[in-house]
């Protein structure tokens, strides 16, 4: 894989994720001191891959917008899935999986130059999302979805590795997207939202349990079938709460600011970019 500015793949990702919240400390006024200190949610901006490879950085600003664009890595061909990890809880992204369209599996750390290869075969899923700190493990896990609608938890070992897969739901192929990586209702535990055929978008709240990860199903939205994408983007407005950005078939991107409440957990939609989103492939 090609390397932005002779940086390691990881270690690029993550001096990227730092200049965000930097940026966006400034804007907002809070103190430099301590950038873990701002909230509870990861921290990474948004970073889309287009048809070329080619992955572009929007640092956020701290009060829901987001920067120009910045050229974060080329060569990002033949991949399923990127996912941001942070294992230690500082908000800061601490390495990325990629799960190659072959089916296999690796992890960039930020402070390594080698790819860690994690796992193959991973081409039976069409859903994986790195979900943070979600079976209750010390680093960050994954989850994936096969094509029989099981779902399957990875505990992370905090170094990129993971466990063997432990069954954690079956029927999810009701399900034409699943996000998460954040805490959407406050309880310190991370969640994830699902939107079903129908559009309805649903609430699992997490429960820290590996073994049963997620309580029942809570309906918290509907018509979002408008969006093509869905996914977790951290926090981009620098409160501590978890933010959910949607693109719709336009190419406008819409940021659902997080609440912190279970019942309603995001605010209206406000748009974000205008236009020119569907040139990119996959976010993370």
Do not use: C
């Not at 649903?202 to 093509?228: C, E, F, M, V």
């Not at 501590?240 to 912190?260: C, F, P, Q």
């Amino acid at each position: 894989m090609a390397k932005i500015s002779g940086l390691r793949p990881g270690r690029a990702a993550a001096r990227l994720a730092a200049a965000a919240i930097t940026a966006a400390l400034v804007v907002t006024g809070a103190s430099a001191a301590s950038a873990a200190d701002v909230g509870d949610a990861p921290m990474y901006g948004l970073t889309g891959i287009d048809s070329s490879g080619t992955a572009y950085h929007y640092a956020p600003l701290g009060d829901g917008t987001i920067s120009s664009r910045v050229e974060l890595q080329t060569g990002m061909t033949g991949l399923a899935f990127v996912g941001l990890v942070d294992h230690n809880a500082d908000n800061l992204a601490d390495g990325r999986w990629q799960l190659g369209t072959t089916g296999n599996i690796w992890y960039y750390s930020a402070d390594n130059s080698d790819a860690v290869k994690v796992g193959y075969g991973w081409d039976i899923y069409n859903t994986v999302v790195s979900v943070g700190q979600f079976g209750g493990a010390e680093g960050g896990d994954l989850l994936a979805r096969d094509n029989k609608g099981d779902l399957y938890l990875y505990l992370g070992y905090g170094d990129g590795k993971v466990t063997k897969r432990l069954k954690v739901g079956y029927g999810w192929d009701i399900y034409t997207q699943i996000a998460g990586n954040g805490d959407l209702d406050g309880d310190g535990k991370n969640d994830l939202v699902a939107r079903d055929k129908s559009g309805v978008l649903w609430l699992y709240k997490g429960t820290g349990d590996q073994h049963a990860p997620y309580a029942k199903r809570t309906k918290i939205g509907s018509g979002w079938n408008q969006y093509n994408t869905v996914f977790a983007a951290g926090d981009l407005t620098m409160d501590g709460r978890t933010d959910l950005v949607a693109r719709n078939s336009k190419g406008e991107l819409y940021l659902y600011e997080g609440t912190g409440d279970a019942a309603a957990p995001f605010k209206s939609k406000a748009l974000i970019g205008t236009s020119g989103w569907n040139s990119y492939r996959l976010f993370f």
